[in-house]
């Protein structure tokens, strides 16, 4: 079928999804993007839309213009299932709501802007949910530094002079649109992308060698942001993903040969303590749900007490009840001296956890608020370059 630009236009005009047919796809922006896949489906005659978090890549001023398309659809007939974590979305947007919990129907809400989003909450969870409470605290000496940092050879965007640091018992969140070099920035704090200019100090040792092991030894812990690739494996047993970052310590080998018994042990005292619900330390690592996978993960890091932790999209496709828990955990960390970074896309969670936030545009840092000066508005604005501040 021919895609005839008058038509492409007149769509997005008459849905406040305009968009330049001429320019190549590679030259929109993320939120852009997503236009064009919602302007593609109303040219094909789509009466339905499903749209799966579709929130959660776009910045806050993007977020409003999608809204404000689909308020736009709906109004001319256009049927719309909004799947979304986030309540206050939920209740913005939508004219009715089902809430699913454990795959089947917890409870319907015929009007959701009437509603609050705690008991909205309480039907996702079957409880009631109490945020976190973030103790005010006096951070440390640095923990982590960044000075200069420029990468290239990387499939995302590249890391262009960042210099940026975290302290003893502070959480540093880094916001930003995705794709303004967020990834390069968490692998080569892990150690799997060596910097070409500039430099990394942990505990006030400069890195010497990029390698996760290296950032291990030096204390790092790392949950990734796709934990079923890069944070477990998957096809093997839960307890060898659990222990393989360490597996040649004597923790969990001796002589050279691997210790069950240990490893064994060491994976069920973290399914007790961090409520992970599995069959046992022997199920496929694959097996488990999103928030019991990102509760090994985090159990596996946490177990060693590491001196800094990185952290990408900690809680993405996570329930209220599971979210919850990952952000205790960070709390009770920041509070034992810590360093933590989350680098996230959720602007109500970082605003919630973060000490201090910084926003990344195009591969460098656009500017840093304290927590208490931080808000969604002034973030949006750094995250599509609009503001910079020093």
Not at 290 to 300: D, E, H, P, S, T
Request: aromatic share 4%; with cysteine.
């Amino acid at each position: 079928m021919p895609w005839p630009p008058a038509r492409l236009k007149e769509i997005g005009s008459r849905h406040g999804l305009s968009l330049d047919p001429d320019l190549p796809v590679s030259a929109l922006s993320v939120g852009e993007q997503q236009r064009l896949e919602i302007i593609k489906a109303l040219f094909r005659g789509a009466k339905l839309l499903i749209l799966d978090e579709p929130t959660a890549v776009l910045a806050p001023s993007e977020v409003d213009g999608l809204f404000a398309a689909l308020r736009s659809m709906a109004g001319q007939g256009l049927g719309i299932i909004f799947i979304s974590h986030k309540l206050n979305e939920v209740r913005a947007l939508t004219h009715r709501c089902v809430v699913l919990r454990h795959g089947k129907v917890a409870g319907r809400v015929d009007h959701p802007a009437s509603t609050t989003s705690a008991e909205m909450a309480k039907l996702m969870c079957g409880h009631e949910i109490v945020p976190p409470t973030r103790e005010a605290s006096t951070p440390g000496a640095s923990v982590l530094t960044l000075d200069g940092i420029s990468t290239s050879g990387h499939a995302g965007t590249p890391l262009r002079d960042v210099s940026l640091f975290v302290r003893a018992g502070e959480i540093l969140g880094i916001a930003g649109v995705s794709g303004n070099g967020q990834r390069a920035l968490a692998d080569v704090i892990s150690g799997m992308l060596p910097p070409k200019a500039g430099t990394m100090t942990i505990a006030g040792k400069t890195v010497a060698q990029y390698s996760p092991r290296e950032l291990q030894v030096l204390g790092l812990g790392r949950i990734p942001e796709d934990r079923m690739t890069t944070g477990l494996v998957t096809n093997l047993p839960l307890a060898d993903s659990m222990v393989l970052p360490r597996i040649g310590t004597e923790a969990f080998s001796r002589k050279g040969l691997l210790d069950p018994a240990a490893i064994r042990a060491f994976t069920e005292a973290q399914i007790k303590a961090y409520d992970i619900r599995c069959p046992g330390p022997m199920v496929r690592a694959g097996a488990l749900s999103g928030g019991n996978l990102q509760k090994a993960l985090l159990a596996r890091e946490l177990a060693f007490d590491p001196k800094v932790l990185i952290v990408s999209q900690p809680t993405r496709g996570l329930d209220i009840g599971a979210a919850r828990f990952i952000h205790e955990k960070f709390l009770a960390m920041r509070a034992k001296g810590c360093g933590i970074i989350v680098i996230g896309e959720d602007l109500e969670e970082l605003l919630m956890l973060c000490d201090r936030i910084a926003v990344m545009y195009e591969g460098r840092i656009a500017g840093t608020l304290a927590g208490s000066e931080a808000t969604v508005a002034r973030l949006g604005l750094l995250m599509t370059g609009a503001e910079g501040h020093a």
